[in-house]
């Protein structure tokens, strides 16, 4: 990691350390999707040739969980003859993992000290950036939304603080590449050709349950990072957007709405690929994607509420706006929030997954049973997001008062 900065911040200007970065992921992605058509390629190739013993060996190797040039095979290679005597001398792994620790500390100490300073003042003289981009995302808005100007104002200026604050926009991006990964190690859950058929419904109903949980910790880490804050960020221009003819819940309202459009996307995508990787029924990804929704509001009310509760206007760095206190609240409100969701959300994925419970209830109780559940999910989420928001109004104009 130490040598990756050292070099990145060398290389790269400061100035296009997000446009490389955000063109880097998609190369990676790029050339890891072809690589897998690739692979898959050869091993139908393989098939076609009735090469068994070649197909069995690429699955292996494709699915070994520790390969040989991975440093903790070897680590495992040298705990485990602790552990099991009649494993081979751990001399070599030994001599290669811990010879890899110190040559890679070495090359990053002599990189560091070489480079550091030249890299710190690059990344200090950012040069003046021109307006392009503010015409271009003034564009945008207005495209979007052509007669909600106050709406498109606020919107215009939300998105300019995500993409002037480059920290914020990494920091979008690492949670996305760590969602991928989510999704990936998610689908090895789906192995269920050794059960029964009612077992494997309800093991996929559990899997549909948690998938709709996890997606909700992914939104609310979003949530904490961008959402959360966005009541602090006005600074102290507070003030001046107070002399608006805007009302406090009218601001409040319009935050949560403009934040609430992009999450519910995302967690609507995130939801739609974990039921698609376990495999779900359509009924029951329909009404996942659908019982996300509900929870996002319920995430967002959350988010708007709190943060305008213990919002700090006074802050030196943006960062100091997610490390308060009123982030640890919404935190543990959210987790609050994911669990009553989830007592919802098990019998809606069970009744639509589980074959033998739809025959039981029928065609009308099942539909019934199902409205039943989405209304007090929405109701739920939507009454947690408004007594919230209703809160952050009454903080905010005590504030004022005070004032």
Same mark, same amino acid.
């Given at each position: ?249 009218? !601001?409040?309202?319009?935050? #949560? ?5 992009? =999450?519910? @996307?995302? +967690?609507?995508? &995130? *939801? $739609? ?51 308060? !206190?009123?982030?640890?609240? #919404? ?5 609050? =929030?994911? @669990?009553? +969701?989830?007592? &919802? *959300? $098990? ?57």
């Amino acid at each position: 990691s130490t040598i990756a900065a050292t070099l990145l911040v060398n290389l790269v200007p400061a100035s296009k350390l997000k446009e490389f970065l955000t063109l880097a992921v998609f190369v990676i992605a790029a050339a890891f999707f072809y690589l897998g058509q690739i692979v898959s390629e050869n091993i139908s190739i393989e098939k076609q040739k009735f090469d068994i013993e070649k197909v069995v060996g690429n699955a292996q190797s494709l699915s070994d969980p520790s390969p040989l040039w991975f440093p903790h095979r070897w680590y495992t290679d040298i705990i485990g003859t602790s552990l099991d005597s009649e494993m081979s001398n751990p001399a070599i792994p030994s001599l290669v993992f811990f010879g890899l620790a110190a040559a890679l500390t070495l090359i990053s100490y002599w990189i560091f000290e070489k480079l550091f300073l030249r890299g710190w003042m690059m990344s200090t003289s950012i040069p003046k950036q021109t307006g392009h981009n503010s015409y271009r995302i003034a564009f945008i808005t207005r495209l979007l939304f052509p007669f909600q100007q106050q709406f498109r104002s606020l919107l215009y200026k939300e998105l300019r603080l995500i993409l002037r604050d480059t920290t914020q926009s990494l920091q979008l991006l690492l949670l996305l590449m760590l969602t991928m990964l989510y999704l990936y190690n998610f689908k090895s859950l789906r192995m269920i050709s050794h059960l029964d058929p009612v077992t494997a419904d309800w093991w996929k109903a559990i899997l549909g349950s948690s998938n709709l949980v996890l997606g909700g910790c992914v939104t609310a880490a979003i949530a904490t990072r961008f959402v959360y804050p966005s009541v602090s960020l006005e600074g102290k221009s507070w003030n001046l957007l107070r002399c608006t003819p805007i009302s406090i819940r009218g !601001l409040l309202d319009k935050k #949560f709405l403009l934040w609430f459009l992009p =999450l519910s @996307f995302l +967690n609507a995508v &995130l *939801i $739609a690929s974990g039921a698609l990787a376990v495999q779900l029924k359509p009924s029951a990804i329909i009404l996942s994607t659908i019982a996300g929704f509900g929870l996002t509001s319920g995430i967002v009310g959350l988010a708007i509420g709190i943060g305008a509760v213990y919002a700090k206007f006074d802050w030196e760095n943006p960062t100091q706006i997610s490390s308060n !206190l009123g982030s640890l609240i #919404f935190m543990v409100l959210t987790f609050c =929030l994911l @669990f009553v +969701n989830e007592l &919802l *959300i $098990a019998p809606l994925i069970s009744i639509s997954e589980v074959e033998f419970i739809r025959k039981e209830i029928g065609f009308i109780k099942y539909n019934l049973i199902n409205a039943c559940l989405v209304f007090s999910i929405f109701y739920f989420n939507l009454s947690a997001a408004q007594k919230a928001i209703k809160a952050g109004e009454m903080a905010l104009s005590e504030r004022e008062t005070n004032f």
